[in-house]
RNA sequence: GCCCCGGUGGCGGAACUGGUAGACGCAACGGACUUAAAAUCCGUCGGUCGCAAGGCCAUGCCGGUUCGAUUCCGGCCCGGGGCACCA
């Protein structure tokens, strides 16, 4: 054995190991539920790998690796989400199809992984992009369309100038496009959908079955489906409006707050709005406004701050108790796309109503008073609007109720009348799936002149994209393809055009996870894919919390609707890993421009306490400017590549330091000084074992196998319970808490008490041996090369990949003389040896016996005695 | 505005079910080795009083429950994230 550790050798060892026995090639073999399906989201080839991804992978591969070693079949896959703008937006610069530049940036990333010893079987990658992948997207899409899940309509949608292309709702983010960050503006377009909300119900209900999902990321799936219960109500036309509406009908709205029916003195419809509409035709004034609010609107950021906006259309509708007739007005602050695009205009009791009320000098009455007194009777004018639950007041046979009692009360009398009825309102939208982008899914239908929209038969999948175009910027490239869009109605046989839409990249990511069980189908999926499916631990961004782990959860409900898959929910367990910081230096050389520095060519300055006092740059001994945290990116010159990382130190350094730096959900601060300390460890631990193996054989001759446990000196026995309490502190922290930092702070306490530990004696020897055996096993997730090698060097044949894990020895566990903690009125005073086994008695009376406990009681007669065995005595005086 | 998460040494963090606050690491300081530096090894390391034994204070702030609270409850302050004219 070498005496010196050198990374770059163990890690080409142990890697080719593996990959010659073909160690991590899942297989379905294991007894029912014995089985562990470990995903990390599979990323986008970008070109390189950050730290981010290495973050992610590494903590499943802890999982995968320590699952595998209790036995399980064990899956761990990895893939590409490979359909997507970066790629065409690389083509436009450097005139390179995005086929050729995304799988070169695959082939590339791959290398990276392989580098980083990750346990992933390699036999069933996946690369969106391929057509026997995203064929199955289109099968699908096609199944839905017969299902009537996938439909096509015409509608309002957010067009992203810059990306030239549509986005889903869950893709514009205050009002910007998520990737772009452009202002999104408003465009009508006929696009396929998906009806993600016939889900609604039970997207929602079944976040209960998530209970090991973090509560946050089921907060906000739980906000953004948006479930809203209340009631529609209908406001019959006055005749003004049945004049202009051409004939019966009524203004429906929807609203939560029933009981306040009787407050309203307005009505406020969204510019959309067909009354709206119709009303504008023949007022240019009102017309005018309506095209402001429209324009207004394109800018969804802006909505929130507007000042409340309206006129006046003329018209009127008839309360649906009283009769009484009530203005109708165009307001700048109703949606459209939300409940019936109108609502009740209640000044008295819902604030944005009492803002617009006050503004266009509407009058206000009050209908509901507080139970409690307060807002028993409130004069004109207001301050505020009372907006909370009360009594109702001057709403004739409805006066004095309470909300839920009133809102049933005038349910149950507008049904009776017709006109409203008790509904759930939901804010989840249909999803809209097409995109005017050509590096993506082609939308498997056709357009014939007769025949109107005609699917693909299934006969004619997959549609395959045409891989060498390169975009040019100018709209979808596919579109100046006949060779593509030309074809034969398959219906009546006509000249016909292809769909040129792509598929949202979503669609891509909504179930590559259960074609990984099956890569290899010539269905969409196979029996493989109940036998691994749910994904025991899914690991990736918190970014993902809605858009990506919603859609997925629907495919998997429509999927087994479908009787594809049987399970309800793909996930069982999430785990959403915190991002990864690092420092950002600058300086200033003029003003408004900032030059940044990477972290590793800056030198900290401290103080003698360890305080850090400024930063010098290590080339010219000068100052720069300390910006805080941030995450790795070219702009702030604050990376670390992977590459470089593993070229230096090693990849079981890399994911030492990620593994202990910081608990997994946490953001991780990277720190120079952090990884020299982690590779300082794994240099510890290898001279350690070194040390072992070459010490020179004690005169003694017994053999491990002889040794007795009996025989063992305390300091002995100490060590080995230490061992022994690691291995099932390591096994708990990995298996159960998934707190892989401390699992790492255990072994280096074990590591620290061997290097105190005697281990000439034989049976010094022998237990130092077990300890540095236990320390390699417990260690053998995270940093699995050189623990590889280690376990080679401590005489074993087997490769530790393939060992069980071992269990504690109860044995090694027992003590029969412990040390507690006494309190004296629940102030820590000292500590006694007691035995193992000592009764409250026993204890109380060894804790009374310490002089410094005396001095406390001072005589004072004992009041209690609180004995919790094994830790502490508390004494009440 | 609503919802969620968090606040512990110079820093990252630990304390899992209410039971020794600060494990482990980083930084810093002192020492050994060395011609020297690096590496390595040993020691100190929340504040404060004390020669020491030991005491007092301390987990954002205020209060409560308890023999005992970083942990549970109520109220506040601060930081981060999500949603946001959603009727």
């Not at 804010?427 to 995109?435: A, C, F, K, Q, T």
């Amino acid at each position: 054995m070498q005496e010196r550790y050198e990374p770059a050798a163990v890690e080409r060892a142990a890697q080719a190991f593996w990959d010659q026995n073909r160690v991590f090639e899942a297989r379905e073999d294991a007894s029912e539920g014995n089985k562990f399906y470990c995903l990390s989201m599979f990323p986008y080839p970008s070109g390189r790998l950050h730290m981010g991804h290495v973050r992610n992978y590494t903590i499943g591969d802890v999982l995968t690796r320590f699952h595998k070693m209790q036995g399980k079949a064990v899956l761990q896959p990895m893939g590409w989400d490979a359909f997507g703008l970066p790629a065409e937006n690389a083509a436009m610069k450097n005139g390179v199809p995005p086929a050729k530049w995304t799988r070169e940036n695959i082939a590339y990333m791959k290398g990276q992984m392989k580098s980083l010893g990750l346990a992933f079987d390699w036999s069933r990658e996946i690369a969106t992009c391929d057509p026997s992948y995203y064929r199955w997207n289109q099968w699908m899409f096609l199944r839905m369309l017969e299902k009537g899940i996938a439909y096509r309509r015409t509608g309002v949608v957010n067009w992203d100038p810059v990306d030239q292309t549509v986005l889903a709702n869950e893709q514009v983010i205050d009002g910007r496009g998520w990737r772009t960050g452009a202002l999104i503006e408003k465009r009508e377009i006929p696009m396929y959908y998906l009806a993600i909300t016939k889900y609604a119900e039970e997207l929602l209900a079944d976040l209960d079955k998530l209970p090991e999902w973090p509560e946050r990321v089921k907060t906000m799936q739980a906000n953004w489906i948006g479930k809203s219960e209340g009631c529609e109500i209908s406001f019959p036309y006055a005749p003004d409006t049945r004049a202009l509406m051409g004939a019966d009908g009524a203004l429906k709205v929807f609203t939560t707050r029933a009981d306040t029916l009787f407050g309203v003195t307005f009505m406020a419809i969204a510019a959309e709005h067909p009354i709206a509409v119709a009303a504008g035709a023949k007022n240019p004034a009102l017309q005018a406004f309506i095209d402001e609010c429209r324009r207004g609107s394109t800018m969804e950021a802006d909505i929130a701050t507007q000042e409340k906006k309206g006129m006046r259309t003329g018209l009127s509708v008839l309360h649906p108790f009283t009769g009484q007739s009530v203005e109708v007005w165009v307001a700048n602050y109703v949606l459209m796309a939300y409940g019936e695009g109108a609502v009740m205009g209640v000044p008295g009791h819902d604030e944005r109503d009492y803002e617009f009320a006050l503004k266009n000098k509407l009058s206000i009455v009050q209908v509901v008073k507080s139970k409690t007194g307060a807002y028993e009777n409130l004069d004109p004018p207001w301050r505020d609007a009372f907006s909370e639950y009360g009594l109702t007041m001057n709403s004739g046979e409805f006066d004095g109720l309470e909300y839920r009692a009133a809102v049933d009360a005038i349910a149950r009398a507008l049904e009776k009348k017709g006109l409203g009825r008790k509904r759930t309102q939901w804010r989840l939208r249909d999803w809209g799936i097409s995109r005017q982008r050509y590096w993506g899914c082609p939308v498997p239908m056709i357009h014939c002149g007769k025949c109107g929209e005609v699917p693909v038969p299934d006969k004619d999948l997959p549609v395959v994209l045409p891989e060498g175009l390169v975009p040019d910027g100018s709209g979808n490239p596919l579109n100046k393809t006949p060779s593509f869009y030309e074809c034969k109605c398959p219906k009546c046989g006509a000249d016909a055009r292809r769909e040129t839409d792509t598929m949202d990249t979503f669609v891509d990511s909504s179930w590559y996870f259960l074609r990984f069980a099956c890569p290899d189908a010539d269905t969409m999926v196979d029996e493989r894919a109940n036998y691994w499916m749910p994904v025991d631990q899914y690991i990736g961004g918190i970014e993902h919390a809605i858009l990506h782990l919603l859609y997925s959860r629907f495919w998997t409900k429509v999927m087994r609707d479908l009787g594809l898959v049987k399970n309800d929910e793909p996930f069982k367990n999430l785990l959403t890993q915190g991002m990864v910081l690092h420092d950002i230096y600058y300086r200033e050389p003029a003003p408004g421009r900032r030059d940044f520095y990477n972290p590793a060519d800056v030198e900290v300055l401290r103080d003698e306490k360890g305080q850090r006092t400024g930063a010098i740059l290590l080339k010219d001994n000068q100052p720069v400017t300390w910006d805080g945290l941030g995450t790795m990116s070219k702009s702030k010159n604050n990376g670390v590549d992977p590459t470089d990382l593993i070229g230096t130190f090693g990849a079981d350094t890399a994911r030492m330091f990620m593994m202990f730096t910081a608990p997994p959900e946490q953001t991780l601060e990277w720190s120079e000084e952090g990884v020299q300390g982690s590779f300082r460890f794994i240099r510890r631990l290898w001279k350690a074992v070194y040390d072992q193996v070459n010490a020179p054989p004690p005169a003694d001759s017994l053999t491990i196998n002889e040794f007795d446990k009996r025989q063992l000196n305390a300091e002995q026995k100490a060590l080995r319970r230490i061992a022994h309490h690691t291995l099932e502190k390591v096994t708990d922290d990995i298996g159960r808490r998934r707190s892989f930092n401390t699992a790492v702070a255990a072994v280096m306490e074990l590591l620290n008490a061997v290097g105190k530990f005697d281990s000439k004696p034989l049976y010094g020897r022998v237990v130092a041996h077990e300890a540095l055996e236990i320390a390699v096993m417990c260690l053998s997730p995270v940093i699995p090369h050189v623990t590889h090698e280690l376990w080679h060097q401590l005489g074993h044949e087997t490769a530790l990949i393939h060992e069980q894990w071992w269990k504690p020895d109860p044995e090694a566990l027992v003590q029969d003389h412990i040390e507690i903690s006494v309190q004296v009125n629940g102030k820590m005073r000292a500590r006694v040896g007691v035995p193992a086994d000592a009764t409250q008695e026993v204890a109380i009376t060894a804790a009374k016996a310490d002089a410094n406990v005396q001095k406390f009681m001072e005589g004072k007669p004992v009041k209690k005695a609180i004995y919790v065995p094994g830790k502490l005595v508390n004494i009440v005086v």
